[in-house]
C-alpha cells in the first residue's frame, strides 16, 4: 500500500478507545494517584518556580498552543483552585483571547529549567481586566492589558522521559540561532518578497527591548 492509495490514511487508524487501550498496558497506580482538583502545596511549588508555561486553547481549525513566559512565578496563584496568568505585550493577534471567548477550556504545561518533570493543568479561563488583578503584574512600571483567570479543574505531574530523551537541558543539544532561517527570512519568502525581512531582523532586537514590557 502506497501513501496514494485511498485506504492508506485510514487503514491503521484507530476508531475507538477499546482498540486504543488493548494496544497498551494498564495504566500504573502512581499514574493515577497523582492527579487531584487543586494545587496541593508541592504542585505550587512547580507554578512558583516555572518562568515558562505552554497555554492551550482551541478554535475551529483545532487545537491551539501558545508560549508564555515571565520571571519565576509569574504565574500567581490566587487560592488553591484558582491561576492568575498576566497577559504581555506581543504580536496583537489575540489568538489565544479569542479561542478562549468562544471555549473557555484551557491547558497549561510548565517547566522549570533543569526538572525533568513538568506540570499539567486544566481548567476553564476567563478573561479579566479588573484594576486589582493587573495591578498585580505590573513590570517596570507597565501593567498588562488583561489577566486570564484560570479556574483549576486537573493537576499532575508529568514523569520526565520525554525531557529526559529529549535531552532538553543539556546545552550539548543546544543549536545556533543562525542554524534556522530567521524571523524576517521567513516573513519574506511567506509574503512571496513583499516585506522586508532584512529591515525587520535588523531592527528586531531593538524593538524586542522596547516592547518586552
Known sequence: MSENDPQF???????????????????????????????????RAFVEKS???LLSTMNDKGGDCSP??????????????TLLLPDRR???RLDSLRNIMTDPRVGLLF???????????????????DPELIARFIVDGKAPTTVLVVSVLSVF?????????????S???????????????ILTAISGGNFDGAAY???????MRKTLY
Not at 482498540?19 to 497506580?29: D, R
Not at 517547566?111 to 481586566?129: C, D, H, K, M, Q
Not at 505531574?157 to 537541558?169: D, I, P, T
Not at 531582523?201 to 524593538?207: F, M, Y
Open 9 to 43: 490514511a485510514t487503514a491503521h487508524v484507530l476508531t475507538n478507545i477499546a482498540a486504543l487501550e488493548a494496544l497498551y498496558a494498564e495504566p500504573s497506580a502512581a499514574s493515577l494517584s497523582k492527579e487531584v482538583d487543586y494545587l496541593h502545596p508541592h504542585y
Open 51 to 53: 518562568p515558562f508555561c
Open 68 to 81: 508564555r513566559g515571565d520571571a519565576p512565578g509569574f504565574v500567581q496563584m490566587l487560592d488553591d483552585r
Open 90 to 92: 506581543g504580536n496583537n
Open 111 to 129: 517547566l522549570v529549567p533543569g526538572v525533568n518533570e513538568t506540570l499539567r493543568i486544566s481548567g476553564t479561563a476567563r478573561i479579566s481586566t
Open 157 to 169: 505531574f508529568q514523569c520526565a522521559r520525554a525531557l529526559v530523551r529529549s535531552h532538553l537541558w
Open 171 to 185: 546545552p550539548e543539544v543546544q543549536i545556533p540561532r543562525t542554524a534556522l532561517p530567521s524571523t524576517g527570512t
Open 201 to 207: 531582523d535588523r531592527e528586531l532586537p531593538e524593538r
